[in-house]
C-alpha cells in the first residue's frame, strides 16, 4: 500500500510540472495538494522533496498573497532539507537535486514578485544544473532574464544577452514554450525605454523570423 501511494504521489507531481510548463497553474496545485499527503508519509527524500517543492511553486504561482508566501516557504524549507538528505537512489525517476530545488524555489520567487531574491537562486541553480540538461538550463536563463527585468531598477544590459543566447538553445531543442515566454520579456522591453536598443531589434527580428517558420 505504502509503494502505491508513493508511485500515485510521483505520478501526481510529474503532473504538477507537466500543467506548469502548459501555463495551467490551477491543475498543477490541484495535482500536486493531492500528492502531499502521501509525501508527508513517505521516508524517501527524493520523493517528499521533489512534491513539496513542487506544492510550493503551484501556491506560489496562484496564490500571491502574504499567507502564500508564508506557505510555499515552509514548503521550500522542507524540500531543502530534503535535498540535503537525499541518496543516490531515485525510484521514481523523479530527477529531485539541489540544482532542481533551487531552480524551483527561484520561480516561486518570481511569481511572488521578489525578482532580487529570485536571481541569487536561479544563478546557483544554473551552475549546479547538468549540462546535458539544455531545455531547463534554457528556462532558468530565460527566468534570471525576467528577473533582471522585474528589478526595481531593471537591469536592461543584462537581461538582453541572457534572451537571446536562451532563444537560440530553445530554438535548437524546438522549445515553443519557452519562445513564447521570451516573445512575452520581448513585448515587456518595447514597453521600456531601451526599447531602441539595437539587440531588441535582433531579438524581435528573431522571433518574427521564427514565427514565419524562417529560422
Same mark, same amino acid.
Given at each position: 500500500?505504502?509503494?502505491?501511494?508513493?508511485?500515485?504521489?510521483?505520478?501526481?507531481?510529474?503532473?504538477?510540472?507537466? /500543467?506548469?510548463?502548459?501555463?495551467?497553474?490551477?491543475?498543477?496545485?490541484?495535482?500536486?495538494?493531492?500528492?502531499?499527503?502521501?509525501?508527508?508519509?513517505?521516508?524517501?527524500?527524493?520523493?517528499?522533496?521533489?512534491?513539496?517543492?513542487?506544492?510550493?511553486?503551484?501556491?506560489?504561482?496562484?496564490?500571491?498573497?502574504?499567507?502564500?508566501?508564508?506557505?510555499?516557504?515552509?514548503?521550500?524549507?522542507?524540500?531543502?532539507?530534503?535535498?540535503?538528505?537525499?541518496?543516490?537512489?531515485?525510484?521514481?525517476?523523479?530527477?529531485?537535486?539541489?540544482?532542481?530545488?533551487?531552480?524551483?524555489?527561484?520561480?516561486?520567487?518570481?511569481?511572488?514578485?521578489?525578482?532580487?531574491?529570485?536571481?541569487?537562486?536561479?544563478?546557483?541553480?544554473?551552475?549546479?544544473?547538468?549540462?546535458?540538461?539544455?531545455?531547463?538550463?534554457?528556462?532558468?536563463?530565460?527566468?534570471?532574464?525576467?528577473?533582471?527585468?522585474?528589478?526595481?531598477?531593471?537591469?536592461?544590459?543584462?537581461?538582453?544577452?541572457?534572451?537571446?543566447?536562451?532563444?537560440?538553445?530553445?530554438?535548437?531543442?524546438?522549445?515553443?514554450? /519557452?519562445?513564447?515566454?521570451?516573445?512575452?520579456? /520581448?513585448?515587456?522591453?518595447?514597453?521600456?525605454?531601451?526599447?531602441?536598443?539595437?539587440?531588441?531589434?535582433?531579438?524581435?527580428?528573431?522571433?518574427?523570423?521564427?514565427?514565419?517558420?524562417?529560422?
Amino acid at each position: 500500500m505504502e509503494t502505491q501511494g508513493k508511485g500515485l504521489a510521483a505520478s501526481l507531481s510529474c503532473s504538477s510540472q507537466l /500543467h506548469v510548463s502548459q501555463n495551467n497553474p490551477l491543475l498543477a496545485r490541484s495535482d500536486v495538494l493531492a500528492a502531499l499527503d502521501y509525501a508527508k508519509k513517505s521516508t524517501d527524500p527524493s520523493l517528499r522533496g521533489a512534491v513539496f517543492s513542487e506544492a510550493a511553486l503551484a501556491r506560489a504561482l496562484v496564490e500571491t498573497d502574504l499567507a502564500a508566501a508564508t506557505r510555499a516557504q515552509q514548503l521550500f524549507d522542507q524540500a531543502g532539507r530534503c535535498a540535503r538528505e537525499r541518496t543516490g537512489n531515485d525510484e521514481f525517476a523523479l530527477r529531485f537535486t539541489t540544482g532542481r530545488y533551487l531552480f524551483t524555489r527561484g520561480s516561486a520567487l518570481l511569481a511572488l514578485k521578489r525578482p532580487s531574491a529570485a536571481l541569487e537562486y536561479l544563478d546557483t541553480a544554473e551552475s549546479l544544473l547538468d549540462a546535458s540538461q539544455k531545455r531547463r538550463l534554457a528556462y532558468v536563463t530565460i527566468l534570471r532574464a525576467e528577473a533582471y527585468l522585474r528589478l526595481r531598477r531593471p537591469e536592461y544590459d543584462s537581461a538582453i544577452p541572457l534572451l537571446l543566447g536562451a532563444f537560440e538553445t530553445s530554438r535548437a531543442v524546438q522549445s515553443g514554450f /519557452h519562445i513564447g515566454r521570451i516573445h512575452r520579456l /520581448h513585448n515587456v522591453l518595447l514597453a521600456s525605454n531601451y526599447k531602441n536598443s539595437p539587440q531588441v531589434a535582433d531579438l524581435g527580428l528573431l522571433l518574427r523570423n521564427w514565427r514565419a517558420g524562417k529560422v
